[in-house]
């Protein structure tokens, strides 16, 4: 499948900041599911800097914006042809051993409930344990917009029942810990059906390791695995790890994002 990406993230500061310094996972993975057409990334008033692959094989780039500016427009713009891997990372070169993905960070911490949630899961193979335990987050958090925050914890989605993809992955991750299995966060983009199952064209989902077979990606918020719909931009250990922009504004404004995320199916 051809997928084109047009994707807008907008800065806003209340009052103009001295300048802001971002490092970029917006470069789409290379890997042997998905293979980049055309990708360009512009950031407004930008000049950039350093770049680097790191140990999970994520292309990172630096961008700096001089002040005073009082809003920055980040966009992304491009096209990838995706290949269904029945769920599996294939040919992603990366330096990591995958007991790098067994701690637990903030949002990931296995409390009582996690823990529980994981125990009821079962499979006579890594693999069979991987769905079961995703199919258990699917049932224990309903999806439901607007439900948490960028903050929310993995245990607080789980006692109140329901999240966003963020927190599918989140619970997933723990539940995959909790259980001995490393696992790790992982952003990119969904094309969105027409058959209400779907959900953000922005989207996460989990990856867990398999023996025999590597990474195979989860996706607890849509009951399936990554397959020709989605596009990988990279992964971390939770969503903050993951996130396709980081930065930080020298200044004492604050600061709004607006977010506009469109994905379309072309012909090949």
């Not at 953000?200 to 398999?210: G, L, P, V, Y």
């Not at 990279?234 to 996130?243: I, N, P, R, V």
Request: charged content about 20%.
């Amino acid at each position: 499948m051809k997928l084109t990406v047009e994707h807008v993230t907008t800065y806003i500061y209340d009052q103009p900041v001295r300048g802001v310094v971002q490092s970029h996972r917006l470069l789409p993975t290379q890997c042997l599911n998905q293979s980049v057409q055309s990708w360009n990334v512009t950031v407004s008033d930008g000049m950039m800097g350093g770049s680097f692959r790191d140990g999970a094989g994520d292309y990172v780039q630096g961008w700096t914006v001089t002040g005073p500016v009082d809003r920055i427009e980040v966009r992304v713009t491009g096209s990838v042809t995706t290949t269904d891997c029945a769920g599996v990372l294939r040919g992603n070169r990366e330096l990591l051993s995958p007991i790098a993905w067994l701690g637990e960070t903030g949002p990931t911490i296995a409390d009582g409930g996690l823990k529980a949630l994981a125990a009821k899961a079962s499979g006579e193979t890594g693999l069979a344990l991987a769905h079961d335990l995703s199919a258990k987050v699917s049932g224990a958090i309903a999806y439901t917009p607007g439900a948490t925050d960028a903050h929310t914890t993995a245990a607080e989605a789980l006692e109140q029942g329901q999240g966003v993809c963020q927190d599918h992955a989140h619970a997933l991750i723990a539940c995959a810990r909790a259980r001995g299995m490393p696992a790790r966060y992982v952003s990119g983009y969904l094309f969105t059906d027409s058959d209400g199952k779907s959900h953000e064209a922005a989207h996460a989902w989990a990856e867990i390791w398999i023996d025999g077979l590597g990474w195979v990606g989860f996706d607890p918020a849509n009951e399936c695995c990554p397959d020709e719909r989605y596009i990988r931009l990279g992964c971390g250990a939770d969503a903050e790890g993951a996130a396709p922009i980081r930065g930080i504004a020298r200044g004492p404004g604050s600061e709004t994002m607006e977010i506009a995320v469109a994905i379309a199916s072309a012909q090949q």
